[in-house]
């Protein structure tokens, strides 16, 4: 058994697992409401996917890993989804990868942005950036614009899970090389990223840092990832997997 007293060995196990993540997100305010809608969407795509790794997105993580391997500065972005489905996963992402973390909120209030960064640091994050929001992203309004100077606002590469799509097009405006996770292979952000890499988050951050593990030390593999990847083609493939995916 597990947190959700369901078998692991159950057909729908990972399913109903982030399901009771997300509630349990809703119920310490980690999560805004609208995160369970943002959910619900993604869950669909995930179904027709067959709620598996498809090759262009594993090939896409292994391409994002070498980014964020190579960069000078890489930031990986929190939002409340990702705050409550994958906390120690990004935690170890950004271990393996040396990025910061930093909260980065679409619904923003000072106690999401605190709730969000103590559950980090329970989770063995040292340092979590967001907070100090002294820096601004040019052409979004306020809120949303909010980040820090020193973290995304400095970052040459930053991955952005679960983004929505005006926050995902001014990062890549300012010239960041964008690495986004997202299971619509249509929304605005997989379409304007750098890589984008289309899976579940729940599966897509872990298979990230096991890519960096076997990457790190090696610049020649990293840079062969990067040039391997052809994102037009990443989100063809996982549109014609949806769209042939069985109901
Ligand atoms: O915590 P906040 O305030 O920053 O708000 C976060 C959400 C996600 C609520 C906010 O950014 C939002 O409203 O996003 P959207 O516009 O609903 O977009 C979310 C995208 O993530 C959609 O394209 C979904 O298909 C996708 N998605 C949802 N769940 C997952 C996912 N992609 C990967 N893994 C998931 N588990």
């Known amino acids: 058994m597990s947190e959700i007293e369901i078998p692991e060995t159950h057909p729908r196990y990972e399913s109903l697992l982030t399901r009771h993540r997300i509630e349990a997100g809703i119920e310490t305010g980690i999560t805004s409401k609208q995160g369970l809608i943002a959910q619900g969407r993604g869950e669909a795509f995930d179904y027709l996917l067959g709620e598996q790794t498809i090759e262009s997105a594993s090939a896409a993580g292994r391409a994002a890993a070498a980014h964020l391997l190579l960069a000078d500065h890489a930031v990986l972005s929190i939002n409340g989804n990702v705050a409550t489905l994958v906390p120690g996963e990004m935690v170890e992402l950004a271990e393996a990868t040396d990025a910061e973390l930093e909260v980065n909120l679409f619904n923003r209030t000072d106690e999401r942005m605190e709730a969000i960064a103590d559950h980090l640091r329970e989770h063995g994050a040292t340092e979590v950036k967001g907070l100090a929001a002294d820096g601004t ?4 309004d306020h809120e949303r614009a909010k980040v820090d100077a020193d973290g995304i606002g400095a970052a040459d590469v930053v991955l952005v899970p679960l983004e929505d799509g005006d926050r995902a ?17 249509l929304s605005r952000s997989a379409q304007t990223a750098t890589v984008p890499i289309v899976d579940n988050v729940i599966r897509a951050v872990p298979a990230m840092t096991e890519h960096a593990s076997e990457l790190r030390g090696d610049p020649e593999a990293q840079q062969a990832a ?3 990847f ?13 769209r042939s995916g069985d109901l």
Not at 170 to 181: H, I, K, N
Not at 230 to 242: G, M, T, W
């Open 226 to 228: 990067i040039e391997a």
């Open 137 to 140: 992203i040019p052409g979004l």
């Open 169 to 185: 097009e001014a990062l890549a405006e300012m010239g960041t090389t964008e690495l986004v996770v997202d299971l619509n292979p």
């Open 230 to 242: 052809d994102p037009e083609a990443a989100l063809a493939a996982a549109e014609e997997a949806i």
